[in-house]
């Protein structure tokens, strides 16, 4: 995790990536994939999916070191993830991202409002994550933290 810890930090510090505490990392930690460099394990990417409801998960955290940008090792961990999510079940997929054009070219398109029936809608409503009341566009968090797009894909 402190792999991840220097990545997250490389974005929080320019208000790309929200900041997250330690413990938050360690407690999801098991959503996490990381991308290894072949010639020493070092992590130079990571992403995680946060599942959110049965057919709903959110792409989260999705960082790469900044010397390997444009290398493909963000769409390597992307393509990871959304075969996860594949796997799992899950037929939607939510992103907040300043990266617009890199979703795009998976697929997503920017959403205004969630795409969830109401059931699901009050049932998410319990919830404490502030990714989750991003999604549901809550007052709370308008303009959301960062000010970046909310994007879905339907698998």
Known sequence: MPSVRRLVDTYAQNRILLDKANVTLYEDIQEFWVAERDEDAAVIGCGALHVM?????????????????????????????????????VRKVFCLTFEVDFFMKHGFVEIGEAPVDTDVYSELLRSYDEGVAE?????????????????????
């Open 53 to 89: 409801w049965e057919d709903l998960a959110e792409v989260r955290t999705l960082a790469v070191d900044p010397s390997f940008k444009g290398a493909g090792v963000g769409h390597q961990v992307l393509g990871k993830l959304l075969q996860t999510a594949r796997w799992l079940g």
């Open 135 to 155: 999604f549901l566009g809550l007052e709370r968090v308008k303009p959301n933290t960062l000010g970046n797009s909310r994007m879905l894909l339907h698998l």
